[in-house]
Nanobody, 125 residues
C-alpha cells in the first residue's frame, strides 16, 4: 500500500525558512519520481518542484531560486526546503509520486498517481 506522509508545515514570517519532509512507503521509492505541489482554497493546484529518479529537479517559476527539492533514497524521504518565503506561498503542500516516463513537467505534478494528505504552510507577519 502506497503511503506518503508529509510533515514540517507550520507558520513562518515572510522572508523566513521552512523545510517540509515526506516519508514514502509501500513502493520502490528510488524508482519513482517525487514532487511537491500546493493548493489554496478556490484555486487550481500548482506543481512547485519535482525530481526524477536521476536527481534532476525542475521548479515552477513562482518558487525558482527560493525552494529546493531533494531526496534521500536511503530514508525514502523527499524534502522541500523553502527559503525567502512570501505570503503567497501560504497553501496546503502535498507530496506526490509517479512512475518515471517521459520528461518530468512540474505543472503536471497535481495529477500524478500518488499523493499524501498534505501539510499546511502559513506565511504571515
Amino acid at each position: 500500500q502506497v503511503q506518503l506522509v508529509e510533515s514540517g508545515g507550520g507558520s513562518v514570517q515572510p522572508g523566513g525558512s521552512l523545510r517540509l519532509s515526506c516519508r514514502a512507503s509501500g513502493f520502490p521509492y528510488s524508482n519513482f519520481c517525487m514532487a511537491w505541489f500546493r493548493q489554496t482554497p478556490g484555486k487550481e493546484p500548482e506543481g512547485v518542484a519535482a525530481m526524477d529518479i536521476e536527481g534532476i529537479a525542475t521548479y515552477s517559476d513562482s518558487v525558482k531560486g527560493r525552494f529546493t527539492i531533494s531526496r534521500d533514497n536511503r530514508e525514502n524521504t523527499v524534502y522541500l526546503q523553502m527559503n525567502s518565503v512570501k505570503p503567497e506561498d501560504t497553501a496546503m503542500y502535498y507530496c506526490a509520486a509517479e512512475r518515471p516516463g517521459t520528461i518530468v513537467k512540474v505543472e503536471q505534478v497535481p495529477v500524478w498517481g500518488y499523493r499524501g494528505q498534505g501539510t499546511q504552510v502559513n506565511v504571515s507577519a
